[in-house]
RNA sequence: CGGGGUAUAGUGUAACGGCAGCACGAGUCGUUUGGGACGACUUAAUCUCGGUUCGAAUCCGAGUACCCCGACCA
């Protein structure tokens, strides 16, 4: 991607009215814009970011047998009656009228209507399990949106839903979940500061799982176990002085943001609609079912959160927009034609790379409009590197620079992805 | 929904009740090019409605929007 074309704009600035640094940054860096209270367009750069994370998850949703679908947005009242969430959930449910006073639901998740199909599909236990998922936008009428990204009343998140026959069955794919969960956090580059937290399961269950985040904008408190690393959610903590894991006693207190959340659903939905399969022993049985969600913009908030410095965002190599930002100095011929031929070279090998062509840009105004943007890998050639035939590799993040062959230059990218 | 705050060019900020200015950005031309260039010219703003006043960005009232704190959530 040639920088000279691509659709952003940065700023010096600091963003006003913004307290939280992932919103200043995601802003003044050209990744989001914001619409009005808690609603953004992701512009190229963030929707880079976020098809990145969606892939992760995609493909750790399909290792545990997940089957990617897609569902309305647009539902019907009656649904939503059914389930009693009609009202229960009033506050933040988006109810809209359509022709004749007809009225529907912006789905704030969709339970409601998931069971419906299944319902068409699941008669025996032989149809049983499934996983299905879905990655796409949610409305929930936040009465507080927070953040920029981290809460919005518009949102993308992945819910995976599971179907059993038993008790043992939906126990068993929940540790699964968890771990593809695990996974995921892993592969984003935030594993080592998101927890999986015991917390409490709402209206579904007496508990559920949590996965948070460790960042000082958290809006959760968490106490992690210092013997073996499960935290619980302070909503819950007086219930168990001691980790219920592993009876440890020792808990180290941390800010977190909520990234995930899975819940053991049992037959919450499964009743209401009369889901339900005939046995092996011939009697029908009520479904068991288990939901499990991220939001995927939350987590790139997070992330951000997480990961950055005082001159910008630090993305992790596998959610960064690009891998490579390259840049040329000087106005000189040889230089530019040398950077062409890199910027080629580089996206023949299937690097991501975002080639800073623009001309009048002193090298201040460059590096400092790299450091906002954060691209792991940072690639300068100039004449001076050109003198030894060199360019200088640089990592965001890290102080120090390297020279490096040019001839050498997608052999030592390849080696730190 | 309760509480607090803010509202001026695209962005960030000034202006005692008396000529709306500065910086960045953007545009044209020229000169520049290793950490946020230089010169010249140009572009563009007082949230809305009402009130007070000779005169309102400024004071008052209402509305709206945004940000922050609380309850809730991915």
Known sequence: MLQSKLFYKTTKNKTAGTESVSHDLLVRAG????????????LPLGFMV??????????????IGGQEMLMPVLHPKEI???TGRWDALNDILFKIKGNADKEYVLASTHEESMVPSAKKIIFSYRDLPFYPFHIQ????????????????????????????????????????????????????????ITYRTLASGGSFSKYSDEFQMVTDIGEDLIYICKKCGIAINKEIKAENPVCPKCQGGEFEEKKAV????????????????????????G?????????????????????VEASHDDKGI???????????HLIHLGADKKTKTSAQKLYKSLQENNIKVLWDDRENKTAGEKFGESDLLGIPYRIVISERTLATNSVEIKERGKEKAKLVKLKDTIKNVRQHQ
């Open 80 to 82: 939503w009656q059914k």
């Open 50 to 63: 976020l098809k990145n994370i969606e892939a992760i998850i995609r493909k750790n949703m399909e290792e």
């Open 137 to 192: 936008l949610k409305f929930r009428d936040e009465l507080r949106v927070k953040s920029g990204i981290l809460r919005t009343k518009e949102f993308i998140m992945k819910d995976l839903y599971s179907f059993h026959v038993n008790q043992a069955d939906l126990d068993k794919y929940y540790e699964v979940a968890a771990k593809a969960y695990e996974k995921i956090f892993k592969e984003a580059g935030v594993g080592k």
């Open 283 to 303: 009697h029908d049985k009520p479904v068991l079912m288990g939901c499990y969600g991220i939001g995927l913009g939350r987590l790139m908030g997070a992330i």
């Open 314 to 324: 630090i993305w992790p190599a596998a959610v960064a927009p690009f891998a490579v």
């Open 31 to 42: 990744y989001v814009d914001q619409l009005m209270a808690g609603v953004y367009s992701f």
């Open 258 to 281: 909520e990234v995930g959340n899975i819940f053991k659903l049992g037959t919450k939905f499964s009743t209401p609609f009369d889901l339900k399969f005939t046995d092996k022993d």
